[in-house]
RNA sequence: GGUCCUUUGGCCGAGUGGCUAGGCAAAGCUCUGCAAAAGCUUCUACAGCGGUUCGAAUCCGCUAGGGACCUCCA
């Protein structure tokens, strides 16, 4: 099977095909950096990181380009200029490109919590007013926007007599209309569905540019449409968001890229759905976010403990991107547990001796496992269900263990298949999935410790001094280190709650 | 109001018409000096009603609940 990929736009699982054999060209929304990030915003970007490192590992030369939207947009179309980072701004008595660096780097800190990569490219909007006002000239030009006062938009209404508009988000353009909500001001439009291109900018708007039609600052949509254009062209493979930003967003980045290109810009298009939390959406706007800080530290009224990054990870890659997800400090804490115990036996079966070429004593179990580890990328294939491939981990997790502790006998699985287990779980694991070990136990000054610790313990216990021994092992208990005696008479111990 | 989506066991979640996903929790057992960890076993669910079918969690209809978008939103 090759890669199938949910193209919201024809609402069916496509073959992926790229444009260009061995290449592909990826755009993901990125954040406005006017505010911390949330658990809602981790979703896309470690969905999109799972894309990213798939297509990689497929062979593919991948160009992902994820923005950064640091110009700030006007809070409601018409109302006195206030934009989301200017806004801000004064209230923080801050400079606007202080608040953006702020939380820009905020950002970039919890990405590299999360072991994402790191885009190919990572544009902003700011950095990017030329090419916008480029663009919308040449909308002017093709006669699709038109100026008032200051102000461009985009005619909609012409657009969606030669092209099919509200497409991709399943939208009726008559009924549009009907159902626009009154806004403020907006009598400079020709028509309610029109959106902006340009906005003048009152006096006191701090971000502000010069612009054929005077100063101003660009519409939202119009910053993803020129970055996308130049940096993976005209037309490009992947175009990827949270499906909240379908309409009006992507539907106007079609519309925009589609008069200015000639040609609809994006082949697949994919949405992530949401997280919710108590069964809403979290959002700004509903007042129910729990910030990436308050996850990592725990110190969150809902939260019982503390979050570790790849616990997060873990429990996004255990749904389907497209399902919402619906966050409790329970199900959470019920991810950290699984990923702790799937990891520690990826650890066992790095350590179990492989010969290859060994044969299998139990045939039966053998198969099993191969068919288990076959399908690994058969899932991933079908529009990235991660959860069946975890699923499947879990089904072997028993057998790792087992053959560790001697349940199992050390013969039963050909040298071959472990040799193949311990391939697959690392590149499916760390390589595509992008976990990684959640203690810091490579810490020269901790391992030294606590080995003496250990060997301490192990003369205690072989004294048969079972009060120092467990004094030992409670102390380190109180401190969120386990230790375990194994059969073998070793003892092993893990960081962490 | 319009458009669309969704409802799975105590909780979270995957599910392509026929084959008990998986995780967490709980209970019992094995191992252990005692624990922990690990292993084994148990818990067989698909909102309700009706239909199609040899067969439906999966398809269709109705009813009820929940949600998203239509406005900044990941």
Redesign the pocket.
């Known amino acids: 099977m090759a890669l199938h990929i949910y193209n919201s736009y024809s609402r069916k699982k496509e073959l992926f095909k790229s444009i260009t054999p061995g290449h592909a060209g990826m755009y993901v929304?990125g954040?406005?950096v006017s505010g911390e990030s949330h658990l809602?915003?981790a979703?896309?970007y470690i969905t999109f990181d799972l894309v990213f490192r798939y297509l990689q590992w497929k062979g593919f030369k991948v160009r992902y380009v994820r923005n950064i939207?640091d110009a700030g947009?006007f809070?409601?179309?018409g109302r006195e200029a206030e934009d989301?980072v200017s806004k801000k701004a004064l209230l923080e008595k801050l400079e606007p490109m202080e608040l953006v660096q702020k939380y820009s780097n905020l950002f970039h800190w919890a990405m590299k919590k999360f072991n994402n990569i790191e885009p190919s490219i990572e544009p902003t909007a700011t950095g990017h007013i030329v090419e916008q006002i480029e663009m919308i000239k040449k909308i002017i030009r093709e006669g699709f926007a038109y100026e008032v006062n200051g102000s461009v938009y985009f005619d909609v209404k012409k657009y969606a007599r030669h092209y099919d508009y509200g497409k991709l988000?399943?939208?009726?353009i008559d009924?549009?209309m009907e159902?626009?909500?009154e806004l403020e001001g907006q009598e400079e439009k020709r028509d309610k569905a029109d959106f902006a291109l340009w906005k003048a900018a009152a006096p006191e708007h701090i971000m502000r540019w010069q612009s054929p039609w005077g100063v101003g600052f660009p519409g939202?949509h119009i910053e993803c449409s020129a970055m996308a254009t130049k940096y993976l062209g005209a037309r490009f493979d992947i175009h990827g968001?949270?499906?909240?930003?379908?309409?009006?967003?992507h539907e106007s980045e079609i519309a925009q890229s589609t008069i200015c290109n000639h040609t609809a810009p994006v082949n697949y298009w994919m949405h992530?759905n949401?997280?919710?939390i108590n069964?809403?959406?979290?959002?700004?706007?509903?007042n129910n976010v729990i910030k990436l800080t308050e996850l990592f530290s725990g110190n969150h009224p809902l939260l019982s403990q503390p979050f570790h990054p790849m616990a997060i990870r873990f429990f996004i890659l255990?749904?389907?991107y497209r399902?919402?997800?619906?966050f409790?400090n329970?199900?959470l804490?019920?991810?950290d547990?699984?990923f702790r115990?799937l990891w520690?036996a990826y650890e066992t079966l790095k350590k179990l001796p492989a010969t290859a070429g060994a044969p299998a004593d139990d045939e039966e179990l053998d198969e099993k496992v191969k068919s288990w580890l076959d399908e690994f990328e058969e899932f991933v294939d079908d529009d990235f269900?991660t959860?069946?491939v975890?699923?499947s981990m879990?089904?072997i997790?028993?057998i790792i263990?087992?053959l560790k502790?001697g349940?199992i006998s050390a013969n039963a699985i050909s040298g071959n298949t472990l040799l193949y287990m311990k391939n697959h779980f690392r590149v499916f694991l760390e390589d595509i999935f992008g976990l990684q070990a959640i203690s810091n136990a490579d810490d020269k000054l901790l391992n030294g410790l606590l080995n003496l610790l250990v060997q301490i313990r192990k003369t205690a216990?072989g004294k048969k001094d079972?009060v120092l021994?467990?004094s030992i092992?409670d102390h380190l208990q109180k401190l969120g280190i386990?230790?375990?005696?194994e059969?073998s008479g070793e003892m092993s111990w893990t960081i962490g709650s």
């Open positions: 929304c954040p406005t809602g915003h979703r896309p939207t947009h809070e409601e179309e989301k988000s399943g939208r009726v009924e549009l159902t626009t909500r939202w968001g949270g499906m909240d930003l379908l309409f009006p967003h992530n949401m997280i919710t069964g809403k959406k979290m959002g700004k706007s509903y255990q749904s389907h399902s919402t997800l619906d409790s329970d199900a804490a019920a991810s547990k699984a115990r520690e269900s959860a069946k975890l699923a879990f089904e997790v028993p263990n087992s502790d349940h216990r079972f021994s467990d092992r386990q230790l375990k005696d059969k």
